[in-house]
């Protein structure tokens, strides 16, 4: 692969619902400029982007592919992103690392939740939106009706169709450029006379088109008022300053069908019309911990600021890091100052990939995007800068996990292993995160869904570490609602020195965390042994009392009590202490306290009836609902034990269109019946 300047560069991430046919498109791609000798297809299992033998195997992309095209002396870096919503965090990457984003749309399901998910992020990036609405061979597959959809649904979006269909479902044989006034018929580039039929639509389309573009310049609005018609260059420009404009919001409208690679040439010459070069990018950064921008032009003689988007860990390979030049350059063999770690890194193998075929290169020029092998101190989210700047390109902000496993080392090899492993998993991808729950004493790894931490587990299993996984305990917390008093004495007698200590105390509710104090008067007990004994109460707190959760919000009152003078030690005062402060725990009606969680949800519309029913059931408490565009916006607060699988029953309820999120709120009081129901199970599992 040929060095490309940075005029002569574009970067394209292709975002859009699973099933749309992203992957299939970047196969189209391939094909039609001579990359690939045939296209792959899915149920082949040998689609360049999804390379992975897990995506072969699952049928889905499953993480962001880098796939460059090269045509008309153009390198198009294409970034294939996966659809499923699991995996968002190699969305939102790609799209900061693009320049432009493509919508693929499914010409017969329409506006989906990966759609909306997609559209959302590219607006928080304020990028340049294109839609190429695909599929249009399939059948019930209707333009009009997706255009009308995206148009109800995006309403302070302006659609402008540039390409229009010939026909559609059996019937689509080619598209019509509204710009030249031309067609193009199945798979070729060549370009025919319009059949007369399509001519009075495709002239309203080239008025809708020159007016789009006459509005994002004043000059160019001046020229249209007066000549009443813009040169094919000047609509163009007119374009790409219309879509990147926040006041416009101008998207373009493509229509193909990537299977039957009908469409494929003409969005390629579009993505090189219609799309900006990197150097005209503006991307924000922090510059000494401020809050600053890089603004255009951007070129090789610029401060080097290289993002990194995504991270592959390989047994073999190694580690792969992939990174987008936003200004600078870079060259194999040099040093370049990783502004995140602050660890100087030498770049020792430079190349570029499409799919899992590398190219080395020997330099690589602003907005470009390559791959540097075996970094030791590199993950995704990272910035690298020449060795003076302390600039840093601002990483998107990732939604925080759904959903969680409790995880354990398969073997005792696996138990040394599992926790780097899990660290460079995370390293990764930033949505995914492991702690280790000192409250339930389980290591659990969090992600986006099911999904996400299967694939995740099946790389560490490639990375040679085998894990199980089980579901994770709520992190229950015990306290208590009223006061009570208990004295315990511990006495032992074995023949020799003897143990002796007695303890009176009081418990009762506080507000937060625990407390100890002593008011013992005259000596009964000497301050050392009321340390012993609040050192032995505290040794009963993190394994609890009625059900071997947590103690808090509790306050302790030791208030009297015996010691001996030769028999008492520390050891009697604190199991007197322990065996006091449990009888009176008991007597003091405990209770359980549960993580109450604020949950969002947005589903459809017609979907609210069944939201509410479930959540309902789930002990849910609804704060409020609101209505945006076509979808509602439930809030909720629901106890963390009923939403540890409620994304997978939200995809089966609403069929993969609702989304939510979730964060902690705060502990409240388990019911009783729920409460009496948790402390059995404890108890079985004790028993066995």
């Not at 899990?422 to 339930?440: E, F, I, K, M, V």
Request: glycine residues 8%; proline residues 5%.
């Amino acid at each position: 692969m040929k060095e490309y300047r940075t005029e002569n560069i574009r970067n394209v991430a292709l975002v859009g619902h699973q099933g749309c046919g992203k992957t299939s498109l970047v196969e189209a791609l391939l094909f039609s400029t001579g990359a690939t000798t045939r296209m792959g297809h899915i149920s082949e299992s040998n689609m360049v982007s999804d390379w992975d033998d897990e995506e072969r195997e699952r049928g889905l992309s499953l993480s962001t592919s880098l796939a460059p095209v090269e045509f008309e002396d153009m390198k198009i870096n294409v970034l294939d992103t996966p659809g499923f919503t699991d995996f968002q965090g190699e969305l939102k990457n790609a799209i900061l690392a693009a320049d432009s984003v493509i919508v693929v749309v499914d010409a017969v399901a329409g506006v989906e939740v990966g759609t909306e998910l997609a559209w959302e992020y590219a607006r928080m990036c304020e990028q340049p939106i294109i839609v190429a609405i695909n599929k249009m061979d399939r059948e019930n597959a209707n333009y009009e009706a997706v255009l009308e959809q995206l148009r109800g649904q995006f309403d302070d979006y302006k659609f402008i169709p540039v390409m229009l269909p010939i026909g559609q479902q059996a019937d689509f044989q080619g598209v019509a450029n509204a710009l030249t006034q031309k067609a193009y018929f199945g798979a070729g580039a060549d370009r025919s006379d319009l059949p007369a039929e399509y001519a009075d639509a495709l002239e309203e389309a080239h008025m809708a088109l020159l007016e789009a573009a006459a509005e994002a310049d004043d000059d160019l609005l001046e020229k249209y008022f007066e000549e009443e018609t813009l040169s094919f260059d000047e609509i163009r420009a007119g374009m790409r300053k219309a879509s990147r404009s926040p006041e416009l919001k101008t998207v373009p409208v493509f229509t193909l069908s990537s299977t039957e690679n009908i469409g494929t040439v003409p969005l390629m010459e579009a993505l090189v019309a219609y799309t900006a070069p990197p150097s005209e990018r503006r991307v924000d950064i922090s510059r000494g911990g401020e809050a600053d921008a890089l603004r255009p032009p951007h070129n090789d003689d610029g401060p080097l600021a290289a993002y990194v988007f995504k991270t592959v860990n390989d047994r073999f390979v190694g580690t792969l890091n992939y990174f987008r030049i936003f200004s600078g350059a870079i060259s194999s063999d040099g040093r370049y100052l990783n502004s995140s770690s602050e660890a100087a890194e030498r770049f020792n193998s430079l190349f570029v990939m499409r799919g899992k075929e590398q190219f080395p290169v020997d330099s690589l020029h602003a907005g470009d995007i390559g791959v540097v092998a075996k970094l030791a101190d590199t993950k995704t989210g990272d910035t690298f800068v020449d060795s003076a700047s302390d600039i840093r390109v601002i990483a998107p902000d990732f939604p925080a996990p759904l959903y969680m496993l409790a995880v354990t080392p398969r073997t005792q090899a696996d138990s040394a292993k599992m926790g780097p492993t899990l660290s460079n998993l995370c390293d990764a991808d930033p949505t995914l995160r492991w702690r280790q729950d000192g409250d339930t004493r389980q290591t659990v790894l969090e992600g986006m869904g099911q999904i996400h931490l299967e694939v995740m587990l099946k790389r560490a299993e490639a990375l040679g570490v085998g894990i199980d996984t089980d579901t994770p305990k709520v992190p229950y917390r015990e306290t208590i609602t009223g006061n009570a008093e208990s004295s315990y004495t511990h006495k032992k007698q074995t023949g020799g020195a003897g143990q002796y200590g007695r303890v009176d105390l009081k418990v009762e509710p506080t507000p937060e965390g625990f407390e100890f104090e002593s008011s013992v008067f005259g000596g009964a007990i000497s301050q050392q042994f009321v340390a012993s004994t609040e050192k032995g109460i505290r040794a009963v707190l993190a394994d609890g009392v009625i059900a071997g959760f947590p103690v808090v919000r509790v306050k302790v009152i030791v208030f009297d009590g015996k010691e001996h003078p030769v028999d008492s030690k520390d050891i009697a005062f604190q199991i007197a202490g322990r065996e006091a402060f449990r009888d009176a725990f008991r007597k003091a009606k405990p209770v359980l306290l549960e993580p109450i969680m604020d949950v969002k949800i947005t589903v459809p519309e017609s979907m609210m009836g069944d939201i509410m029913s479930d959540l309902n059931t789930r002990r849910g408490r609804v704060q409020g609902m609101d209505t945006i565009g076509i979808k509602s916006v439930v809030t909720a607060e629901v106890p963390l034990a009923e939403m540890l699988r409620y994304g997978n029953d939200l995809r089966s309820m609403t069929g993969g269109r609702g989304i939510y999120a979730m964060d902690f709120n705060r502990y409240d009081r388990v019911p009783a019946y729920v409460q009496g129901e948790i402390i059995a199970e404890v108890e079985a599992e004790a028993s066995e």
